[in-house]
């Protein structure tokens, strides 16, 4: 082992950099990132839509400064560490140096690229899916219990991380049960150690259930509004479009695990991969969930490509390399924003990129860029145009004003951003943000982003004296171009203040375990 130490740090030096270097700098934090670095601010046990693990990478990122460079640094260096494990399992199955290079390959090309440059759970899933793997793998390979402990623990952590990597511990169990490598469940220590990981889990799995399962209904949101348009003939073909410069790889992982003598001691991969995958396109999963299965059978097909190259036919070394480089250079077009966005629009026109779906955006429709880009745009420019609005007023109308906002993105970046601008903590009743809102408020002007102008047939509007557009982003290339700065004025404070008080308690209240 000690002989590719040197190998494998290098290239794991290079993924944690290579993200930094390749996207432009017009860009800024993704709309998601804004609320899971939120929740760094107001750690608990659990949220309504993740696990709390990343929470506490948040919270030491707002102890390091909060800065672009750190809050990217996470995804990166879990990236990185993926890899090394990646490359551990390829070394302890006998694989070398070509091996190792080639399952390189695949973090640099394709969208781990994009997964590891974003503060989102996917990173911390794929390097606990893999850490599940690994350490089956290596209790398989040396009957040392230590593994069967490092099992738990990453099962433990990895469902404090997200919740579908549930789905594949489903898929470990029953993969082990159909396979010759059953006799695991005769051995005590993989009950004590399963026990350490309910207890990790336990208390966020309390945390559900004192706030009536907030996931469950986070989960039907995204059922309505995202995941029934995924279709099972879309996610399968996303599986290769995703890893596209390197799905042979793990295609050959498959037929390895499937065909050879030495693979099929490891064909509880297989299994897992097969029933994670059924039970992704039952419940509707995205492509990117089933991403943590993927680094295990790039470790397996590199390893066999590697063992079938190495007397036969040595030049297919370079030809699956030259290939690799040819379609993953240009893959990082699709992965990053290497380029500014009118460039990279350009590019993406040029190529009729959008005949591949990846132009289209949950609304169905195909747009100048990904929708992941265009949520890295505008969020800076809006929270300037609100500071504008706020600081216009005058100290009174400053203490009676509240800043609510249409949605997490919105609210997250105003947080982020706002401090230097003097503005205040802003509000939402959306995700995660609305177990924040005070109990109580004492106003008399809103100033709303993101909502359009009111209806002013309603009651509450009628309340306020002066309803005005104040500003708006325009941006083409940003998902919130046209979002609307709007100032409320000279409400009655009590009116006002009973009903934000009524509304907030009427919203949490679904969360309040009676």
Not at 60 to 65: D, P, Q, S
Not at 157 to 175: E, N, P, R, T
Not at 191 to 215: D, E, K, M, R, T
Not at 324 to 336: D, E, N, R
Request: with cysteine; proline share 4%; charged share 15%.
């Amino acid at each position: 082992m000690k002989s590719f130490n040197w190998l494998i740090a290098i290239l794991a030096f290079i993924k944690l950099l290579l993200p930094f270097i390749l996207q432009d700098s017009l860009y800024q934090l993704h709309r998601d990132e804004f609320l899971y670095l939120a929740e760094g601010n107001h750690l608990a046990w659990g949220f309504m839509e993740v696990p709390p693990l990343l929470s506490l990478l948040a919270w030491v990122t707002h102890f390091l400064g909060n800065g672009f460079i750190v809050v990217k640094l996470w995804p990166a260096l879990f990236g990185a560490l993926t890899f090394v494990l990646t490359a551990r399992i390829i070394v302890s199955i006998g694989g070398g140096l070509y091996a190792i290079f080639l399952s390189f390959l695949a973090f640099i090309f394709g969208a781990y690229l994009r997964v590891h440059y974003l503060f989102q759970p996917n990173f911390l899933e794929i390097f606990f899916y893999t850490l599940v793997a690994f350490s089956v793998i290596k209790y398989i390979q040396t009957k040392n219990n230590i593994y069967l402990y490092v099992f738990g623990i990453a099962c433990g952590l990895g469902m404090l991380s997200k919740y579908s990597i549930a789905f594949f511990i489903i898929g470990i169990i029953v993969g082990l049960l159909l396979s010759k490598q059953r006799n695991i469940f005769i051995n005590k220590h993989l009950y004590f150690a399963s026990a350490i990981g309910i207890i990790i889990f336990l208390p966020n799995a309390l945390w559900q259930y004192n706030h009536n399962f907030p996931v469950q209904q986070h989960m039907q949101e995204l059922q309505r509004t995202q995941l029934q348009y995924v279709s099972p003939i879309d996610f399968i073909k996303d599986q290769f479009l995703m890893n596209l410069p390197c799905v042979y790889i793990w295609i050959v992982g498959l037929l390895f695990l499937i065909l050879s003598k030495k693979g099929r001691q490891y064909i509880f991969i297989f299994w897992a991969y097969t029933i994670l995958i059924t039970l992704l396109i039952i419940f509707h999963g995205k492509n990117y969930y089933a991403l943590g299965i993927y680094p295990v059978l790039f470790a397996f097909g590199a390893y066999l490509l590697e063992r079938l190259t190495r007397k036969r036919i040595p030049f297919m070394r370079w030809v699956f390399i030259t290939i690799t480089f040819y379609f993953g250079i240009i893959a990082t077009f699709l992965t990053l924003p290497m380029f500014p966005p009118q460039k990279l629009a350009e590019i993406y026109k040029d190529k009729n990129v959008e005949k591949i779906g990846l132009l289209k955006w949950e609304d169905q429709q195909n747009h100048p860029l990904p929708q992941d880009f265009a949520d890295m745009l505008g969020w800076k420019e809006i929270t300037e145009k609100t500071a504008n609005v706020y600081n216009n007023l005058s100290d009174d109308e400053k203490n009676k004003t509240i800043i609510k906002c249409d949605n997490y993105g919105l609210c997250g970046a105003l947080n982020y951003y706002g401090k230097q601008y003097g503005l205040p903590e802003a509000y939402s009743t959306n995700a995660s943000f609305l177990f924040w809102m005070p109990d109580t408020y004492k106003v008399a002007n809103v100033i709303t982003v993101g909502e359009n102008y009111p209806d002013t047939t309603r009651d509450i509007v009628k309340q306020f004296a002066h309803i005005t557009i104040k500003d708006e982003l325009i941006d083409s290339f940003a998902r919130e171009n046209g979002c609307k700065i709007i100032l409320w004025q000279h409400a009655n404070e009590n009116i006002l203040s009973n009903f934000i008080t009524t509304e907030v308690s009427k919203k949490k209240a679904r969360f309040i375990r009676k």
